[in-house]
């Protein structure tokens, strides 16, 4: 039996993912989400919903700990662990603190999962390789086995890019919006623009840079675009933000 503790966007795409994939585990939710919770049940004949967070972790050989990071200290405080292995979905909390939290439990693994394990298409960092984190997750695409925590903590890192990416295509939808294009059209447009290109981004051999000159005609009009960007110091700002955040994931940094 699997169990999920935190039933959110993630979970989701874990559950959805293993549930469609070939031999579905059974797997038992948490109460927490009851909505959501009660979707993936109604979906799914292998998915079922515990009358507890405990009844969770009673009768699973391997729990996900989806919950908040905010959270997830209380709400694991007040379980009662036994000799099972457990996933971490969250981010920023290191094995040590893991370990702690969910004594006496030595088989820990901490995970990036994507939206895109939902489709099996899913790119995992896994630290440590444990089974069976590694075979799960191999069912929902491939695996990255990471040589330690502090490489772990800069794919967690890279993740915090992700609001931003949708702030930017906010942005530029709504510049033609405020240029007199119908808002709804506008984000439609700029939706379309960004997904097909989202196609260019699969398999094995990308190379970000050569893509980059390919859209950018010498003279034309992108290269001019990430001229003034640079020029604003958008790019080193990028930089910025990601060192702040790998050192807030790492404890250098409080938050604000």
């Given at each position: 039996m699997l169990g999920v503790l935190g039933v959110g966007a993630i979970a989701t795409a874990i559950v959805t993912g293993l549930s469609e994939g070939d031999e579905p585990p059974d797997i038992l939710l948490s109460p927490r989400n009851a909505e959501l919770a009660a979707k993936l049940a109604a979906s799914y004949p292998n998915v079922r919903v515990a009358d507890s967070n405990q009844a969770v972790v009673d009768q699973s050989a391997v729990v996900f700990l989806c919950l908040r990071p905010a959270d997830a200290p209380r709400v694991i405080s007040e379980l009662t662990f036994k000799d099972q292995s457990v996933i971490s979905v969250m981010a920023g909390m290191?094995?040590?603190?893991?370990r702690e939290l969910v004594a006496p439990v030595q088989n820990i693994a901490r995970t990036i999962p994507l939206p895109s394990v939902a489709i099996r298409r899913g790119i995992t960092p896994l630290y440590p390789a444990t089974d069976p984190a590694r075979s799960l997750f191999a069912r929902l695409g491939h695996v990255i086995e990471v040589a330690d925590e502090t490489a772990f903590d800069l794919f967690s890192a890279a993740t915090a890019t992700i609001a931003a990416?949708?702030?930017?295509?906010?942005?530029?939808?709504?510049?033609?919006?405020?240029?007199?294009?119908v808002r709804q059209e506008a984000q439609q447009y700029v939706g379309a623009m960004f997904g097909e290109l989202?196609?260019?981004?699969?398999?094995?051999e990308l190379d970000?840079?050569?893509?980059?000159?390919?859209?950018?005609?010498?003279?034309?009009?992108?290269?001019?675009?990430?001229?003034?960007?640079?020029?604003?110091?958008?790019?080193?700002a990028v930089d910025l933000g990601l060192d702040r955040v790998q050192q807030r994931l790492t404890g250098k940094v409080r938050a604000s």
């Open positions: 290191p094995l040590k603190v893991l990416h949708f702030l930017y295509l906010n942005r530029v939808s709504a510049w033609l919006a405020a240029h007199g294009i989202a196609a260019s981004l699969q398999g094995s970000f840079a050569k893509l980059m000159r390919e859209h950018a005609t010498p003279g034309g009009i992108n290269e001019l675009f990430c001229q003034v960007m640079g020029d604003e110091g958008v790019w080193e």
